[in-house]
């Protein structure tokens, strides 16, 4: 059973830990709102697709009318503070898996032996950079399993044991909590050494 705590919400938290695609939308997500709400954007994002008869995978999505995504991600509650320009990298992001992983997400690490090169895959997705790339290949090798060679040094400094630095090591709401407080403290760190710069 995989130990993950990204959202309070049971079946949100479930849908994240067993769809990859989920996983990865709400990697997306992932900033400038809580991440509790990020990761249950997936969850209420695939119930509002299918309302609309469409399916929660990249190749659906990515069929979509691109306005027509931006409507449901904006319809009240917003999934994102951004939502028009969410649902844009959504929707780039789904076309980037479609075209070039038939649509199987999965396909980004299976088979994949080297962390370095898995890393640079997943930054090449829409919306990704090279920390968020980090953090989600840390993500997979620390609750996944999924760790081919050199995936701590790929993915430093999130590869780390007991760091608490990101959604790779939340495994219980204290833990989410832990996670909160270092991102804050290395936003502060990093607003005193802009002051101080001369």
């Keep these: 059973m995989v130990e993950l705590y990204l959202t309070p919400e049971p079946e949100a938290n479930a849908f994240v830990v067993e769809d990859p695609f ?21 969850w209420e994002l695939r119930n509002r697709l299918a309302a609309q008869s469409v399916d929660f995978d990249p190749c659906s999505v990515a069929s ?35 075209a070039n992983y038939g649509g199987r997400v999965s396909a980004l690490w299976e088979g994949v032996d080297d962390a370095f090169e898995l890393r640079q895959r997943l930054e090449a997705l829409p919306g990704f950079g090279i920390e968020k790339a980090s953090i989600l290949l840390a993500l997979l090798a620390k609750r996944f399993g999924i760790q081919p060679a050199h995936w701590r040094e790929a993915s430093t400094p999130f590869g780390e ?13 204290e833990a989410l909590e832990r996670i909160r407080e270092t991102k804050a403290a290395v936003k502060a760190a990093a607003t005193s050494r802009r002051r101080a710069a001369p």
């Design 64 to 98: 979509l009318d691109p306005e027509a995504l931006a409507v449901v991600v904006g319809a009240k509650p917003a999934l994102h503070r951004f939502p028009r320009s969410m649902a844009q990298r959504i929707s780039a992001l789904a076309e980037a898996l479609c």
């Design 22 to 42: 989920a996983l990865i939308v709400g990697m997306l997500l992932d900033q400038q709102i809580p991440m509790e709400r990020a990761f249950r954007g997936p």
């Design 161 to 173: 044991d007991g760091v608490f630095r990101s959604v790779a090591d939340a495994t219980s709401p």
